[in-house]
């Protein structure tokens, strides 16, 4: 692989970090209700949900998936059964103050919940999947060395991490913070129901 294609592809993916979807949801959600060390773990998580895909995407998974096509159907109705899920979950708790969001099950009360949420909700969606499994395959030759294959899951996890870290910095400021404070029903209501309508689209699409 050339450095002008590695680098052609950093480039893609991080495009595809910065595109709006369930991780940067629950980044920005997390940022604004539990501060920038919650939302880090978050990014984290989010960050090695994306390494999972795309070494599955180098060991031949789309490839999988194009032979047994059922298989990516289950995966997106449970994935999009569990988005929808926790967008449930913000709608009932949107009423709740923020001090009583300790039983808010979409909340993580830890760094590792944090991360363990960033991680699921990465795997939930399983459009990365189909977008490693397309630009892998066409642009990581078979014979590609460890080490940049290596370097290329290093350039994945670091786009993904960083970005979702800076949605997390900039929901997490206090001006940020006290709008939420105010606004806290309908805003935890509008993140409900666009997730929700992602979680639809991810099962019926």
Not at 72 to 78: A, E, G, P, R, S
Not at 174 to 191: G, Q, V, W
């Given at each position: 692989?050339?450095?002008?294609?590695?680098?052609?592809?950093?480039?893609?993916?991080?495009?595809?970090?910065?595109?709006?979807?369930?991780?940067?949801?629950?980044?920005?959600?997390?940022?604004?209700?539990?501060?920038?060390?919650?939302g880090v773990w978050m990014a984290a998580g989010i960050g090695f949900g994306a390494v999972f895909w795309a070494?599955?995407?180098?060991?031949?998974?789309?490839?999988?998936?194009?032979?047994?096509?059922?298989?990516?159907?289950?995966l997106k109705i449970v994935g999009g059964a569990y988005l929808v899920w926790i967008a449930i979950q913000m709608?009932?708790?949107?009423?709740?103050?923020?001090?009583?969001?300790?039983?808010?099950?979409?909340?993580?009360?830890?760094?590792?919940?944090?991360?363990?949420?960033?991680?699921?909700?990465?795997?939930?969606?399983?459009?990365?999947?189909?977008?490693?499994?397309?630009?892998?395959?066409?642009?990581?030759?078979?014979?590609?060395?460890?080490?940049?294959?290596?370097?290329?899951?290093?350039?994945?996890?670091?786009?993904?991490?960083?970005?979702?870290?800076?949605?997390?910095?900039?929901?997490?400021?206090?001006?940020?913070?006290?709008?939420?404070?105010?606004?806290?029903?309908?805003?935890?209501?509008?993140?409900?129901?666009?997730?929700?309508?992602?979680?639809?689209?991810?099962?019926?699409?």
């Amino acid at each position: 692989m050339t450095l002008a294609a590695f680098l052609a592809l950093a480039s893609v993916q991080l495009m595809a970090a910065i595109s709006p979807g369930p991780a940067v949801l629950m980044t920005a959600r997390t940022g604004v209700t539990q501060g920038l060390r919650m939302g880090v773990w978050m990014a984290a998580g989010i960050g090695f949900g994306a390494v999972f895909w795309a070494v599955a995407a180098l060991f031949g998974l789309a490839v999988l998936f194009k032979v047994a096509p059922a298989a990516l159907t289950v995966l997106k109705i449970v994935g999009g059964a569990y988005l929808v899920w926790i967008a449930i979950q913000m709608w009932r708790h949107a009423k709740e103050p923020l001090s009583t969001d300790s039983g808010d099950s979409t909340l993580p009360q830890s760094g590792p919940a944090a991360l363990w949420k960033g991680i699921t909700t990465q795997l939930a969606n399983p459009k990365p999947v189909v977008f490693f499994g397309a630009v892998f395959a066409g642009m990581v030759p078979p014979d590609t060395p460890l080490w940049i294959k290596g370097a290329l899951l290093c350039v994945v996890f670091s786009t993904d991490f960083t970005w979702n870290v800076i949605v997390a910095r900039l929901f997490s400021f206090d001006r940020t913070r006290a709008a939420y404070l105010n606004l806290k029903t309908l805003i935890d209501r509008c993140f409900g129901g666009v997730l929700g309508l992602l979680g639809l689209k991810v099962a019926l699409t």
